[in-house]
């Protein structure tokens, strides 16, 4: 299944993703005293295709699935409580397994969907195939465009992201990057973080666009061969940073993802750059990233933070 | 732990960021690779580096490292010095090498990011 092929591709990139960050909080559930009909005309309006049955205080006690529901129907069993029906032996993930073990999970059990329940027993919510895919679209939003459309994508006015425009004349912080010092490279997130607290926006934010900046930077000056631009737009809920350059853009993005592949030279390594986590960084300290890069034309990188009013928070349900 | 204390286990050389010594180590690490200290790196910890480069000193302000640690009494650019001063960032040098550095601190209760 070429789904299946991507999802262990991508499982390694997005290992920090967890079961709380992938599940959908607040499934739907059932009592174990209601019928097996009533699962059924549920999952028909709500299209889902399983049911956690909890007790009054939130423990998972079982589980109903499409394929119990037409065993029911099968023997007439339809009538009857759900106590009866359901799976009792029900495969859970806990809150903190990481991607690989979810995705391993599913492989082994070939089952639809996992429970998520905390130490105590507690549901806390539910994990489909499906989510994971989305989980890892959602959350980071990555997108790669590997046609001759970037061409006309880069140097656009609008958001790679959200759309909106975004003029760089109009950006609240501007920094050139000149590629011809190495021991230059990162000044301009340092700058940028400057900037950032003395507009009052959050330390630990600050902090994280300065790491993001800072590998984006040192790429435009290690890797790209051409001179570069950091821009940053303070909105009322986010800020957007978009670096970009003219140089000889990314060769294999898929590659340039995975921590360890670097195409760095010696010479760049001397500085203690090179390690390969320049964007599987960016991508660990932002909310969303974008690259956009074609080659012998240039590569545009956008990473968005939300502010606190708005930030995700994975110990919190999103507001 | 404080610096201080960091400094006097190490018999360190105190090279910039003297009015830090008073502020507590949170944890400490070792490493060379800018991309690992950036991603490792947590507010207030100590990092042990050979490298000596101003790109040390500009990832330790971006990630809000304490300060770093020059093993093996490396020798250290005027311009990394510059930056470190400028910037009232902690920069001690020791003789000890990047080992037997870890060692010492190990011992005398730091803890890594890891425990």
């Known amino acids: 299944m070429a789904e299946a092929k991507n999802l262990q591709k991508y499982v390694d990139i997005f290992r920090d993703l967890t079961a709380a960050d992938i599940m959908t909080r607040n499934p739907v559930t059932l009592t174990p005293d209601k019928k097996v009909a009533r699962a059924k005309e549920m999952m028909k309006i709500?299209?889902?295709?399983g049911i956690p049955i909890v007790n009054s205080d939130q423990f998972l006690v079982g589980i109903i699935s499409i394929e119990d529901i037409i065993k029911a129907l099968e023997y007439g069993r339809i009538n009857e409580t759900l106590e009866t029906v359901m799976t009792r032996d029900v495969v859970t993930l806990h809150p903190e397994e990481n991607l690989p073990a979810i995705v391993d999970k599913f492989s082994t059990y070939k089952l639809g969907r996992f429970p998520v329940v905390d130490g105590d027993g507690r549901l806390r919510g539910i994990i489909a195939r499906e989510d994971i895919l989305h989980g890892i679209l959602e959350k980071f939003n990555l997108i790669y465009i590997h046609d001759t459309k970037r061409n006309t994508k880069l140097d656009q006015e609008f958001s790679l992201i959200t759309g909106e425009r975004l003029r760089v004349d109009e950006a609240e912080f501007h920094y050139n990057i000149d590629n011809s010092d190495i021991t230059s490279a990162g000044t301009g997130a340092a700058l940028l973080k400057q900037f950032l607290k003395k507009k009052g926006i959050d330390h630990e934010i600050a902090r994280r666009v300065g790491i993001a900046t800072y590998?984006?930077?040192?790429?435009?000056?290690?890797?790209?061969?051409?001179?570069?631009?950091?821009?940053?737009?303070?909105?009322?809920?986010?800020?957007?940073?978009?670096?970009?350059?003219?140089?000889?853009?990314?060769?294999?993005?898929?590659?340039?993802?995975?921590?360890?592949?670097?195409?760095?030279?010696?010479?760049?390594?001397?500085?203690?750059?090179?390690?390969?986590?320049?964007?599987?960084?960016?991508?660990?300290?932002a909310d969303k990233l974008v690259i956009l890069s074609e080659k012998k034309v240039g590569t545009q990188v956008e990473i968005v933070f939300f502010l606190p009013a708005v930030s995700w928070n994975p110990g919190n349900p999103s507001p | 732990m404080t610096a201080r204390e960091l400094v006097e286990i190490l018999d360190g050389e105190i090279i910039s960021g003297e009015s830090r010594l008073d502020e507590e180590v949170q944890s400490i690490g070792a490493g060379d690779m800018m991309s690992d200290i950036l991603a490792l790196a947590k507010p207030g910890m100590v990092v042990l580096t050979a490298h000596t480069s101003p790109q040390s000193v500009r990832t330790g302000m971006v990630t809000e490292l304490l300060g770093l640690v020059v093993v093996q009494?490396?020798?250290?650019?005027?311009?990394?010095i510059e930056l470190a001063r400028q910037n009232d960032f902690l920069l001690i040098r020791t003789k000890g090498f990047m080992?037997?550095?870890?060692?010492?601190?190990?011992?005398?209760?730091?803890?890594?990011i890891d425990g």
């Open chain 2, 99 to 112: 080992f037997s550095t870890c060692g010492k601190l190990y011992t005398a209760g730091f803890k890594g």
């Open chain 2, 73 to 80: 009494n490396k020798n250290i650019p005027p311009a990394t």
């Open chain 1, 215 to 285: 590998e984006a930077e040192t790429n435009v000056v290690i890797h790209s061969c051409s001179k570069g631009d950091i821009y940053c737009f303070l909105k009322p809920d986010r800020i957007i940073v978009r670096v970009t350059d003219s140089g000889i853009g990314i060769e294999d993005l898929d590659k340039a993802m995975t921590e360890g592949f670097s195409t760095a030279s010696d010479y760049v390594r001397e500085f203690g750059f090179g390690a390969g986590m320049g964007i599987p960084n960016m991508n660990r300290f």
């Open chain 1, 46 to 49: 709500k299209k889902i295709s």
